[in-house]
């Protein structure tokens, strides 16, 4: 049985040797230097790693990350200090050097009600707890027996599995105080597979913040079906072909395949963006940014997601929140700082790294709504590109829109046909002609499994996407057969 | 309560006793583990201190204040490893954690492998390489800085618009590495820098570029003025680019690019992707890689560079290395436990490399310009999009089109794609232009033929 949330609160200022009264009168001296707002974000992580390579699980380790960040904003200006000393004392200095930012009369925010109630998406507690260590050693072992038996020409496995328990109490001058017990699991399979002179690799993961365990049910089903994916894909691409150079229609595959909007769009609609006037979508709510059948949401509100939260790091509840509508860019996404500062309401989208990090704006789960085609339909239609189904990554330059994706497994398409796969390449265009021509929007939508990471100002923090299967008319690959 | 004014005050940089306390817990820490049962145990603590100011449109936007403390400890049973990692510092964490990491060590399986280096090949002599020159923190000098630099990009052209400003920070840290067989070292370096970044704009669009520099020594790093006006200037030359018709052409890597050229050649020859087989260099040593004109050779001991160091990762002592010799692999890089994997000696490289150099024959950069005639000249690059499995190499990027030797237009959007090990064979010239700024020193790097695919 895992502690009730309170209980949970509780036990986090007790190890951080604080108590609520602690948390009050820092604030309000803070406050009493006349600055605008004054926040504290307390945090306990706890996680720990397996992982088996070379057939053996040899790698094992735990980590305890755990500290305050205190925040004090005057206008645009914020003091910020964090430490890892959890005491009454280290608190009160880093509430002083934060606050050394102050240098003009306060103007005290608006009161927020301070525990807004929100609902919880996911358990509290520590994900792992429900499997032994015997039983996670027990699950990398078969794992790994179960991948090599599935091609003879598997030289290398390695597998690992991850589970962390985030606990994060928010404590503010606007009145806000909230607190948010936040798990997250992944399941990762790689695999090298060798036929003569040829090498490839094949990966597949899935992860959320949910229990260890699911992987653990039906005999491993998840985590097998995980195995015979990045098998699949390494073999496939043994017989590789040079990718296409320049400019051609692709289909992109369901799911995984909406970091294209997370590059694309997602990024430039970051409100930190907006009020900076360094996105290529500054100053154009209420005008067409894409073709008409695309609408994008970002929703931290999904059960147990990746990209889930309860609330925010700054407490806020998660929230829905429609991006682009009908190809209409509708919404930015907003944290509490940049939303004061330019006149608009935070949309649950203020997060950080860790207690160590300031809180920036950022995606949650983002993703484009499927349509009416029929997948099949989309990729009949093209009688010369590219079909891409899975991805590495990608990147962007908000200002200039640019962005880069580079697929992982894909295939010439031919007549309507797919043949040949193709070796991974590079993906790249603006966001206004690809969001333009994306003429065709499948019915079969799907969010990524939930193996995201988005980096933004050197801070990572788990994201996720989706996407239907679609068609972009135009886009440059970045192949080597010119 | 009271917060007391004297927040200048409250930043103390580490004082004279820090390695000493340091040390004792690292002490411990071993101590601790050998009594819990491990066979053999090593930890680490780590120190820092740090203090960022950051400026936009002229005006103190974040400062930021970070004190952090962290320890590690890793243990080995019969060749069993666990390792735990906290940044609680508590007294009682320290029996806390090692359990955990003998927790770990009794459910891992036995690697002959793992385990700490052997005795001889621990470092023993540890010079000072002059990496610590601490200064007093003061917020006045950083908030200046950082405003000089936010304006001198902003006044650099009317074209430049407010964006996401300039910085400037000053980092002191102190870390002690030591094992229960009697290595201990401890390390303090200091960091300053200074970063600028900048958003021009025209009617045809947005560019945003950035310049920054950082050194152990405050005094080395660029100014704040000539940070600003580098960023600026980098954002305006990229205002109105064109585009070019997909092709084959010569690609040049200018001097801060080049680095990215070189670093998947040292991650296919290190011991990790090798013993994975995550490379496609497995079993090259002794065999051709690269031109022939391309020697690199790495230098841990320079003296005031962050990146030098007398250890490795392990405790194994470091020492100049020819790496590439004439297009050779001469050494694999490898760590305590890939050696072992691959049957070889540890080359001091648990933690990857430290200075390396391209020792070649230079060419004056414009004449490799003059070299390239027509193809394009690649000064930023976007996304990661190397195979080290298969070699095949594809990159988002941006630069100039090169016309009769001579730059033509900016060029942005466009992709480049080869094969690392055609990449490295086909590189036919490197430019004087030399920089020494990171992990290698090296001039332009030109290769002979690329697939640039643009819309």
Sequence with gaps: ?482 | MTLEPETNEAIELHDENVAAELTELVERLVEEAQQQGAHQSSATVSDSISVEVSARERDIENIAYEQGRAFRVTVYVDHREGTAVTSDVTDSAIKDTVAQAMSIARFTESDPCNGLPDEDRLATEFPDLEQNFPQPVNIEHLKDDALAADAASLDFDSCIMPANGADASQTATCSVRGNSLGFLNANRYTIYGRSATALARSDAGMQTDYWFDQSCQAEQVESAEFIGRQAAQRALRRLNPRTVATGTYPVMYDRWTAPSLLYPLIEGISGGNLYRQESYLQDSLATQVATTSLTLREYPHLHKRIQSRNCDADGVATTEHTIIDKGVVNTYLLGTYSARRLELASTGHAGGVSNVHVETDFTPVDELLKELQQGLLVTSLIGSGTNLVTGDYSCGAAGFWIENGEIAYPVDNVTIASNLELMYKGIVGFGDDIQDRGTFRTGSILVDAMTVASN
């Design chain 1, 1 to 482: 049985m895992s502690d009730s949330p309170a209980q949970s609160r509780q036990n986090l200022l007790e190890q951080a040797e604080l108590t609520d009264q602690d948390l009050a009168l820092n604030v309000t001296g803070m406050m009493d230097r006349q600055i605008d707002d004054a926040e504290l974000y307390i945090q306990h992580n706890r996680s720990e790693a397996w992982a088996l390579e070379d057939g053996k699980v040899k790698d094992g380790s735990f980590s305890v990350s755990q500290g305050v960040g205190v925040r004090a904003i005057t206008g645009e200006k914020t003091g910020f200090a964090h430490t890892n000393e959890l005491n009454e004392r280290a608190l009160h200095k880093a509430c002083v050097m934060a606050s050394s930012i102050a240098d003009r009369g306060g103007n005290r925010r608006a009161e927020t009600p301070g525990d807004t109630p929100f609902r919880r998406l996911y358990p509290g507690g520590d994900p792992t707890a429900g499997v032994t260590n015997e039983d996670k050693i027990r699950f990398l072992s078969e794992l790994d027996r179960f991948t090599r038996e599935i091609d003879p020409r598997i030289v290398e496995v390695s597998i690992s599995i991850r589970g962390s328990s985030d606990r994060v109490l928010v404590y503010g001058s606007d009145g806000t105080n909230q607190f948010d017990d936040r798990p997250l699991v992944n399941c990762r399979i790689h695999v090298i597979v060798k036929d003569g002179t040829r090498s490839e690799s094949g990966t597949d993961g899935s992860g959320g913040r949910y229990p260890l365990d699911v992987f653990f049910q039906e005999d491993f089903a998840t985590a097998k079906q995980m195995a015979r994916e990045a098998v699949r894909m390494a073999i496939t691409k043994l017989d590789s072909v040079p990718a296409p150079a320049g400019e051609m229609p692709v289909v992109l595959g369901p799911g995984w395949a909406g970091v294209l909007l997370h590059e694309a769009v997602g990024h430039g609609l970051e409100g930190d963006c907006e009020r900076k006037n360094t996105s290529c979508f500054s100053g154009k709510i209420g005008e067409k940014v894409a073709n008409e059948l695309c609408t994008v949401i970002d929703d931290a509100t999904l059960d147990g997601r990746r990209g889930s939260l309860s609330i925010d790091d700054e407490g806020t509840p998660g929230q829905r929140t429609v991006l682009i509508e009908d190809g209409i860019l509708r919404g930015f996404m907003w944290d509490k700082h940049n939303a004061i500062l330019t006149g608009n309401q935070s949309t649950g989208n203020g997060r950080r790294e860790s207690f160590a990090s300031l809180t920036i704006p950022r995606m949650t789960n983002t993703f484009l709504l499927g349509g009416e085609s029929d997948p099949e339909d989309i990729v009949r239609s093209v009688s010369k590109g590219v079909y891409c189904s899975a991805f590495s990554g990608g990147q962007v330059d908000p200002s200039s829109g640019r962005f880069v994706f580079a697929t992982t497994e894909a295939y010439l398409i031919e007549d309507g046909k797919l043949t040949s796969p193709i070796h991974g390449c590079m993906l790249t265009g603006y966001p206004w002609d690809v969001m333009n021509s994306i003429t065709m929007v499948g019915s079969d939508f799907a969010l990524d499994p939930g193996v995201g990471t988005c980096g933004k100002q050197g801070q990572g923090v788990p994201v996720g996407v989706g996407q239907p299967t679609i068609k972009v008319e135009q886009i440059t690959v970045g192949g080597t057969s010119a």
